[in-house]
């Protein structure tokens, strides 16, 4: 893998902040659009990055902006609106941060006087509503979502905001993550954590059912279907994702930590965010749950453990021969990665950068093999039976089974991050190819495609190029599981457009076409394709 320097800092540009626009603007096609190609790219990411002359600290924190590339008959278009949360119309009211966001704290209006500012303080907790992460669809509807309780009722078509929605009067979650599993049938499925009896902590697997044929709400229908068990007692750790199998569900425990006592009492009486609230145990290492689906259980008896290691994206999770196979995006360590997502960090002169991303957790992309079968006596010696792996399962003593990883794919300080898949052909199967967003030093400059089977690897790059998460999107009627295009949107500063739509051959990762538009696109997150 080749190192590609940045000297000219152009990446400084996806973290700044942009105007929505009042209507949908052509885009300049080069190259050809694959003619089944017809729907819209949906993508959040933040775009105001400062309100008045108050910034907002963290990656995390830039109010929501929900983007658009339409792709008609090879017509392109792009479109792109805030998304008008409470914590986006109350600051631009106010013209300052109202609600704390995940790393930037918000003050009482010192117009107030003493008293009210006091009350203020002790009304609780406001949990902010700003939706940058992710958009996926809930039955016929839209919802852009973040980790928070709130998620966002959204129109695909107008880019309108629609309505708030509360998923605590529904379900017993104090959030959920913003990367749900969805069922063949249309059931939404996702992981949360919650405050149970005696002020006991679990974490709970959530589904929401599929469209309903009374057009009534899904989501008033969606209910706990497992609860499992927090390792410590006030302190949840973070979770951006879990696995799902189509008997399974794989949610990983990780020693990042969300201190619940330092969050209810430090937020109510000084400001303080939620990346205040986090600590690393240095001493837990990972923990691997298991679940049954259907019907839905806890398998206590299977008590997987590994080393530490920070976890936001699995990439997929699949059943083979009495083994439950689980990839994902590993950060060595217990150091929290989100310490080094910081603004300030990001927009660094290059060589700063690469200084700063030294001290972080290191990425890797690592297979784990967790055997269903457990029987006392096989005790010290390796269970794991797959004849194409080198990921190991150990029983100890003690009860616990010990997991060590394959690495499917390591290069220092080079992330394979914000992992895709032929989601409609392989989720919960045993599949070959992921497409990633290549990370230098933390700053997003190639796309990748790995064979998980065989390591090779195909890279797009090009100079001064900063590209997002790939979405794949299948050839209609095809067999083959790459046969299909890769979406990113691209950001080129320099360049007279410097905002695209990339088109690449997901077999290999060739450019069959790219749509300019004359206007800098920020940083986008997640995003879904809409046919």
């Keep these: ?28 096609v080069t190259g050809v659009m694959p003619s089944w190609l017809g729907g819209s790219l949906l993508r959040m990411g933040p775009g105001l990055f400062e309100v008045g002359d108050e910034p907002f600290y963290h990656l995390f924190d830039g109010q929501a902006l929900m ?32 609600i704390s966001e995940f790393g930037t704290a918000a003050y009482p209006d010192p117009c107030k006087n003493i008293f009210s500012r006091f009350f203020t303080y002790f009304r609780g907790i406001e949990v902010t509503d700003n939706c940058l992460v992710n958009i996926y669809p809930i039955g016929e509807d839209f919802y852009a979502v973040t980790e928070t309780n709130y998620i966002t009722k959204v129109d ?80 949840p750790s973070y979770m951006h994702s879990f696995g799902m199998t189509d ?11 969300i201190n619940l006592l330092k969050f209810l009492s430090s937020w109510s009486i000084t400001g303080a965010t939620y990346m205040d609230c986090f600590e690393s145990n240095d ?29 936001f994206h699995h990439i997929n999770t699949y059943e083979d021969e009495g083994f439950i196979v689980v990839d994902l995006c590993a950060w060595k360590g217990h150091d929290f990665v989100y310490n080094y997502l910081y603004l300030a960090n990001l927009k660094q002169e290059w060589e700063e950068v690469k200084k700063a991303a030294m001290r972080a957790p290191q990425p890797e992309v690592r297979r784990y093999v967790l055997p269903l079968d457990i029987h006392r006596e096989e005790q010290g010696r390796n269970l794991v039976s797959l004849s194409y ?64 089977q065989t390591k090779e690897t195909w890279v797009w790059q090009e100079e001064e190029c900063y590209p997002s998460e790939p979405l794949f999107v299948p050839t209609p009627g095809a067999a083959e599981e790459d046969a299909g295009v890769l979406l990113s949107i691209v950001v080129k500063p320099g360049a007279e457009r410097p905002g695209f739509l990339l088109v690449l051959d997901a077999m290999t990762l060739t450019e069959l076409a790219r749509a300019e538009v004359s206007t800098i696109i920020p940083v986008t997150l997640h995003g879904m394709y809409k046919p």
Excluded at 4 to 28: D, M, Q, S
Excluded at 76 to 84: L, Q, S
């Design 389 to 452: 792996t080198t990921a190991t399962a150990v029983l100890h003593r003690d009860g616990t089974i010990w997991l060590e990883p394959e690495v499917l794919y390591s290069c220092p300080r080079q992330a394979f991050e914000f992992p895709q898949i032929n989601y409609s052909l392989c989720r919960g199967k045993k599949y070959s190819f992921a497409y990633g967003l290549g990370l230098n030093h933390f700053i997003p400059d190639r796309i990748v495609k790995l064979n998980v």
């Design 156 to 235: 695909p078509d107008s880019l309108e905001t629609l309505s708030k929605v509360d998923l605590c009067k529904y379900l017993s979650v104090n959030g959920v993550t913003a990367h749900p599993h969805v069922d063949a049938d249309g059931a939404v499925y996702n992981i949360g954590n919650c405050f149970g009896k005696n002020m006991s902590l679990a974490y709970n697997i959530v589904k929401i059912p599929p469209a309903q044929k009374d057009k009534s709400d899904p989501i008033e229908k969606s209910q706990v279907v497992v609860q499992l068990p927090s390792s410590e007692r006030l302190k």
């Design 1 to 28: 893998m080749t190192f590609v320097e940045h000297p000219a800092a152009g990446y400084r540009k996806i973290f700044e902040t942009v105007e929505e626009l009042n209507e949908p603007i052509p885009a300049e």
């Design 67 to 98: 983007h658009k590339f339409d792709l008609k008959s090879g017509q392109v278009t792009y479109y792109r609106k805030f998304i008008r949360t409470d914590a986006y119309v109350r600051a631009m009211t106010e013209n300052r941060v109202v």
């Design 283 to 311: 001493s837990m290492g990972t923990w691997f749950h298991l679940a049954t689906k259907d019907p839905a259980g806890y398998v206590s008896s299977h008590k997987f453990r590994t080393s530490a290691f920070n976890l």
């Design 247 to 257: 008997n399974y569900f794989v949610f990983v425990e990780q020693p990042v930590k």
